[in-house]
């Protein structure tokens, strides 16, 4: 196996599998606080599964066409703005590790409900959900991490 495809490999296996976290997350979520309006990210999880699977696919049966380069470059940006930016980052950095840190070290309430609004947001007292949240902030650095392995490696075989 090719280095850059070992990396385009992990970025999707880390994607999938922090994909997969999001969806188990949301929909217990959605159970545990009877809002049903969580279940949108299980949807938008599915479908970034079913596009990478895509990817991987078309990548391993046609690797050097200009269709699996277009699709790979649109998988690395959904990638990026959902798995990393949005699930990884705002999801599990702000809305758990952040709202965990502020409710642990006893920031005043009217702090607390300005950052995390009660309509939204519940106090951490699940060990399950929280613990899933503050989980998803561990998969944008490895995912980062493979972006640029596999595009330091692109740009070392340029210069060759």
Do not use: C
């Amino acid at each position: 196996m090719k280095t850059s495809s070992k990396h385009v490999n992990r970025v999707a296996l880390y994607s999938v599998l922090l994909m997969i976290l999001t969806a188990v997350h949301h929909y217990y979520a959605s159970i545990i606080y009877q809002s049903p309006w969580r279940l949108h990210v299980v949807q938008v999880s599915v479908v970034v599964i079913i596009y990478t699977l895509v990817t991987l696919i078309v990548l391993r049966k046609w690797p050097n066409t200009l269709f699996a380069k277009i699709l790979l470059s649109i998988f690395f940006v959904v990638t990026f703005v959902v798995s990393v930016a949005w699930i990884g980052l705002f999801e599990g950095g702000y809305n758990h590790v952040v709202k965990n840190i502020v409710y642990l070290i006893g920031v005043p309430e009217s702090v607390t409900s300005a950052m995390f609004p009660p309509s939204i947001y519940h106090a951490p007292h699940d060990l399950f959900y929280e613990g899933s949240g503050v989980a998803q902030f561990v998969f944008p650095y490895l995912i980062l991490l493979h972006f640029y392995r596999f595009y330091q490696q692109r740009k070392e075989k340029q210069e060759n």
